[in-house]
T-cell receptor
């Protein structure tokens, strides 16, 4: 158990809909990272927040947005969903601001299925 | 950003030692090499990290030659529970490089 929690575990929705994925980082961790893992693309970095502020952006679509709240939990909002958005979405947390590879702890993921 | 290349898949029998090699020809002076393990439907988990020569922990060993253009993850006496995808990552020690996960190496351990 990494200490990172994600809800929901599974999500099934229809095209065009909007969903929110939630992540609670490990206690004390200020950084939250979101990743998308699909079968054909592997694990791709989407966005990072550090202590409430956006710090880095990866391959995140304009239909997707995220935020980190004062209690440090984070939400990833996916809108106008398409079939290709079906994937596993992972959240990771770290106690450090940067990309220190040894200190990212991943949650169990949310499996999104868009029908 | 240093690109990594690893075999897509490997098979091994239980009890054997498994070596997975990763190529990173344009690794920079400031870069570390890190390996992650991912079981099905779980998030990746840090295994081991190194800069040069050899690093060993309770799970694996990491061998890095002097030119650092490749690295080899060694798993001693694998069991069925070692069946997973193994990712090799390269990133700088200052923490300025987003983690880039490639497709990884899918290791299947057979009884």
């Amino acid at each position: 158990d990494s200490g990172v929690t994600q809800t929901p575990k599974h999500l099934i929705t229809a095209t065009g809909q909007r969903v929110t994925l939630r992540c609670s980082p490990r206690s004390g961790d200020l950084s939250v990272y979101w990743y998308q893992q699909s079968l054909d693309q592997g694990l791709q970095f989407l966005i990072q927040y550090y202590n409430g502020e956006e710090r880095a952006k990866g391959n995140i679509l304009e239909r997707f947005s995220a935020q980190q709240f004062p209690d440090l939990h984070s939400e990833l909002n996916l809108s106008s969903l398409e079939l290709g958005d079906s994937a596993l979405y992972f959240c990771a947390s770290s106690g450090r601001e940067g990309w220190y590879q040894e200190t990212q702890y991943f949650g169990p993921g949310t499996r999104l299925l868009v029908l | 950003l240093a690109k990594t290349t690893q075999p897509i898949s490997m098979d091994s029998y239980e009890g054997q030692e498994v070596n997975i090699t990763c190529s990173h020809n344009n690794i920079a002076t400031n870069d570390y090499i890190t390996w992650y393990q991912q079981f099905p439907s779980q998030g990746p988990r840090f295994i081991i990290q190194g800069y040069k020569t050899k690093v060993t922990n309770e799970v694996a060993s990491l061998f890095i030659p002097a030119d650092r253009k490749s690295s080899t993850l060694s798993l001693p006496r694998v069991s069925l529970s070692d069946t997973a995808v193994y990712y090799c990552l390269v990133g700088d020690v200052e923490g300025n490089t987003p983690l880039v996960f490639g497709k990884g190496t899918r290791l299947s351990v057979i009884a």
